[in-house]
């Protein structure tokens, strides 16, 4: 019966051990400074089929040298999740992302970045020089430079002025726009973009700033700060002349010269 006894009391230790043991084992596992994998397949990255954890806590640095490839996300099974990322919102947040260098959206100028909701920020820096907004063209050979006028067979259109001092006066085509308003939406309510607005008949129109605007001498050499206003020739400024000029007729101010012929230069909008 005693040896029985002292069995039952070594199994007993031994399974209080291997418990003890599981328990340290499991903690070390959830608190380790770090996890390493190290079979994979395929490779050279490797392929996990799964990971589930309630929490990921990152240190205050991580680091990925050279030989090691870089940290990305990638949807691809094919589905109606259309969205990669989602970071979601703890109890009182102060900030959801917070980004410490440059950001790149796409892979090339004409993708688009969308924002649902409003976007608060202390400054925009842009490369262009005017503000402009989208508005439809009843003549698609109608380019940036170009001097239009309301046009009066169509709403909310505009076409390239023929006549002098014309008070229709819309503005210039936007060559570079700094910021650009009045984007379509198609039939799944994503923005169109450039091209895309472009093929439909629609240009850019500048509302205010600096924008290249074409010109003609026609009325004689063009100095900075001239007056200018619509001439005959299709789609062009000229200099005005200060008798004739009358209410909503001006186009803008030169900020450069033109000494004779035809040209862009640099004009400042402005508002009659």
């Known amino acids: 019966m005693r040896l029985l006894i002292n069995k039952f009391r070594l199994y007993k230790n031994l399974i209080k051990s291997i418990v003890i043991i599981s328990i340290f084992l499991i903690l070390g596992i959830c608190f380790a400074d770090s996890i390493t994998l190290t079979s994979y397949y395929p490779a050279p990255y490797g392929n996990y089929t799964k990971l589930d954890t309630a929490q990921i806590k990152f240190g205050t640095e ?110 210039v085509i936007s060559t570079n726009p700094s910021d650009c308003g009045g984007f379509l939406k198609d039939e799944n309510g994503n923005l169109l973009s450039k091209e895309d607005m472009h093929s439909k008949g629609y240009r850019p129109l500048t509302l205010a700033g600096r924008v290249p605007c074409k010109v003609t001498t026609i009325n004689g050499p063009i100095k900075r700060g001239d007056i200018l206003v619509t001439s005959s020739k299709p789609g062009y400024a000229m200099k005005a002349e200060e008798d004739k000029l009358k209410l909503g007729t001006i186009v803008g101010k030169a900020l450069q010269n033109l000494e004779n012929g035809d040209g862009k230069i640099l004009i400042l909008i402005n508002a009659n």
């Not at 050279?66 to 589905?79: F, H, L, R, T």
């Not at 050979?141 to 169509?154: K, L, R, W």
Request: one cysteine or more; proline letters at 5%; aromatic letters at 8%.
């Open 62 to 171: 991580v680091t990925w040298s050279d030989e090691q490839p870089y940290p990305k996300i990638v949807n691809s099974p094919a589905s109606d999740y259309n969205t990669l990322l989602i970071v979601g919102k703890g109890t009182s947040p102060n900030r959801t992302i917070r980004l410490w260098d440059d950001v790149t959206i796409g892979s090339n100028t004409s993708d688009i970045c969308n924002v649902l909701g409003i976007l608060r920020h202390n400054g925009v820096t842009h490369p262009g020089w005017d503000f402009a907004e989208f508005i439809k063209t009843g003549d698609i050979s109608t380019e940036a430079g170009d001097v239009v006028i309301i046009d009066p067979n169509n709403d909310e259109s505009v076409i390239k002025t023929d006549m002098e001092y014309n008070s229709s006066v819309a503005g």
